[in-house]
């Protein structure tokens, strides 16, 4: 399996920006799709973005479509996501997750493999 260490989360102003890395270790980091989501205190886990195997093709969520980007570089074995333009609302725990298989998915059912988290609180 994969081990997933997400790092990158802090406190940050309304309107500023953070980059989140999430680093994988133990299999070929490139036969897994990945995903970031987000859980602010009392809601669901939901996906914000996730992207393929080859980061060819990506996935956002509504509320942030033209605020964040992932990206990965198999190299490295770690994905990205850049935050732009934040808001209070972006406030959460952020996950990155990994699935062994191809296609983008916003379904955190279908992701095997999560780390374990990193806050980003965003202050107005």
């Known amino acids: 399996q994969v081990q997933l260490v997400e790092s990158g989360g802090r406190l940050v102003q309304a309107g500023g920006s953070l980059r989140l890395s999430c680093a994988a270790s133990?299999?070929?980091?490139?036969?897994?799709?990945m995903g970031w989501f987000r859980q602010a205190p009392g809601k669901e886990r939901e996906c914000v973005a996730a992207?393929?195997?080859?980061?060819?093709?990506?996935y956002y969520a509504d509320s942030v479509k033209g605020r964040f980007t992932i990206s990965r570089d198999n190299a490295k074995n770690t994905v990205y996501l850049q935050m732009n333009s934040l808001k209070p609302e972006d406030t959460a725990v952020y996950y990155c997750?990994?699935?062994?298989?191809?296609?983008?998915?916003?379904?955190?059912?279908?992701?095997?493999?999560w780390g374990q988290g990193t806050q980003v609180t965003v202050s107005s």
């Open positions: 133990g299999r070929t980091f490139s036969n897994y799709a």
């Open positions: 992207t393929t195997r080859s980061g060819g093709s990506t």
């Open positions: 997750a990994a699935r062994p298989r191809p296609g983008l998915q916003p379904r955190s059912t279908e992701y095997p493999y």
